[in-house]
């Protein structure tokens, strides 16, 4: 099983690269279901998670082509409308197949995603929405299984409350559905509004993503596209505190700087210099002394949940007591454990983490225990003094490309060991 060997103190200074992101890459790989023609995706990061998906969509049926950053999917026929368990418990994104499966074909069956590191993460919010567009949902051995014969019909879903997927899932169902649906209370996450203006370029009738309530007119059938995918905010947000938590001076480039405004707001307020250079690129310049600032994670255009942990690395070294308040999962600070065990002062109170600095932290042998977390364990260890080892790092390989090639560019001394 992989891990990273990385030794610290160091400062990294240079130019990184962001890949695509893998949060818009998959429903945009799940939307390919929708028509019988092709489609062709631009920038789609190479990550774990995007492999998974394209061999759920080879077990679904559909051609699947990859050419270095692009992505080739024609599903002309559906062979089986399912995403099976042992796809689906390495990665719950899976479902979203089950909107696209049920407005293509009318039925679906998709192993119930469990619970994973952070959270309980149910998928209600996306089976109460398609059972308002006329699906008949049941749930039996651990599958969910979604029929519409009859297909969708267009209706008005209110989110109880925001969900990223559950709206992605909704979204693509609607653009098939007959007459007009209207999701209120949607997710406003631009990779919300980026799988929209890929289903537009399908012909699909779209109004208002990137908003709280999207209007759909459903259409007969949608035909192939070509699309580039949004650069990843969550990977440019974890290499802008990169920059900030070892002092350095880093340029992130390729990214798209009104993704992360909730970021430069907060990276500004605990002492950094962040820049716009031009229209995709911005510059950090890490405090020699970083400030505390306080933190709450909250639907975007909020701070985003994606960067709590990596903020949190970054709070260890800022002078002060910051509180960063977790509030779209029930469970993710597991990084705090593993961040004290290298020196940090954290304490956890309910939905609260305490974060007192600035505190040195020391190389130590620690574990990954979900995506983001390995990323802010990354962020310590290139701080800490001495040697650190990350093990399991399959989970940084789901959402990261090659994050060791691109921190090792910009000067961080790190190392993939088996
Ligand atoms: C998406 O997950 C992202 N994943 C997550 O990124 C991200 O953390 C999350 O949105 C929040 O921004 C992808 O886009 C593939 P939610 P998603 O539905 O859609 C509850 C990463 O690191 N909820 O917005 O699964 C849920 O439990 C990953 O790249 C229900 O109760 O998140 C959570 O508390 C991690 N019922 C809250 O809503 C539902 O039916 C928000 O979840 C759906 C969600």
């Known amino acids: 099983m992989d891990k990273f060997l990385i030794?610290?103190?160091?400062?990294?200074?240079?130019?990184?690269?962001?890949?695509?992101?893998?949060?818009?890459?998959?429903?945009?790989?799940?939307?390919?279901?929708?028509?019988?023609?092709?489609?062709?995706?631009?920038?789609?990061?190479?990550?774990?998670?995007?492999?998974?998906?394209?061999?759920?969509?080879?077990t679904i049926g559909a051609r699947v082509e990859t050419d270095g950053g692009a992505v080739r999917v024609e599903a002309k026929e559906i062979s089986q409308p399912e995403a099976p368990y042992q796809l689906v418990k390495t990665m719950r994104a899976s479902s979203l197949v089950l909107g696209p499966l049920l407005a293509r074909c009318g039925r679906a069956r998709v192993s119930m995603p469990g619970?994973?590191?952070?959270?309980?993460r149910p998928i209600n919010l996306h089976t109460s929405g398609l059972e308002l567009l006329g699906a008949r949902v049941t749930q039996s051995h651990g599958y969910i299984e979604a029929e519409a014969p009859q297909g969708l019909r267009g209706a008005v879903v209110h989110f109880d409350r925001i969900t990223v997927t559950g709206t992605e899932d909704l979204l693509m169902a609607a653009t098939l559905a007959r007459g007009e649906t209207l999701l209120e209370n949607a997710a406003r996450e631009p990779e919300v509004k980026d799988l929209a203006d890929l289903l537009g370029r399908m012909g699909a009738r779209i109004e208002g993503a990137g908003a709280s309530t999207i209007r759909i007119q459903g259409v007969d059938w949608l035909h192939g596209a070509e699309h580039t995918i949004i650069p990843d905010r969550i990977e440019a947000g974890t290499f802008?505190?990169?920059?900030?938590?070892?002092?350095g001076d880093v340029l992130v480039t390729g990214c798209?700087?009104?993704?992360?405004?909730?970021?430069?707001?907060?990276?500004?307020?605990?002492?950094?210099?962040?820049?716009?250079?031009?229209?995709?690129?911005?510059?950090?310049?890490?405090?020699?002394?970083?400030r505390s600032?306080?933190?709450?994670?909250?639907?975007?255009?909020?701070?985003?949940?994606?960067?709590?942990?990596?903020?949190?690395?970054?709070?260890?070294?800022?002078?002060g007591i910051s509180i960063i308040t977790e509030t779209i999962f029930e469970n993710r600070f597991m990084h705090a454990l593993e961040l004290t065990r290298m020196g940090a002062n954290i304490r956890i109170e309910?939905?609260?983490?305490?974060?007192?600095?600035?505190?040195?932290?020391?190389?130590?042998?620690v574990i990954a225990s979900d995506l983001r977390a390995s990323a802010s364990l990354v962020l310590a260890a290139m701080v800490a003094e001495g040697e650190s080892t990350i093990d399991r790092v399959y989970h940084i390989d789901r959402g990261y490309e090659?994050?060791?090639?691109?921190?090792?560019?910009?000067?961080?001394n790190i190392q993939r060991t088996e």
């Open 7 to 58: 030794r610290g103190p160091v400062r990294l200074e240079g130019e990184v690269p962001v890949s695509g992101a893998k949060n818009s890459a998959l429903p945009a790989l799940a939307a390919c279901l929708l028509t019988r023609e092709p489609v062709t995706l631009e920038r789609i990061p190479r990550v774990r998670d995007i492999a998974t998906m394209k061999s759920l969509l080879g």
């Open 115 to 120: 619970g994973c590191a952070i959270g309980a």
């Open 240 to 247: 802008l505190i990169a920059g900030a938590i070892t002092g």
């Open 256 to 290: 798209q700087p009104e993704h992360l405004q909730a970021l430069i707001v907060k990276l500004r307020q605990g002492g950094a210099e962040v820049q716009q250079q031009g229209a995709a690129a911005l510059r950090v310049r890490g405090a020699r002394a970083p």
């Open 293 to 319: 600032a306080d933190m709450t994670t909250e639907e975007h255009p909020g701070f985003p949940t994606d960067l709590q942990a990596q903020y949190m690395a970054l709070m260890t070294q800022a002078e």
């Open 350 to 365: 309910g939905r609260q983490a305490i974060v007192a600095g600035p505190r040195k932290l020391s190389g130590a042998q």
């Open 402 to 412: 090659r994050i060791e090639a691109k921190l090792a560019q910009v000067g961080a």
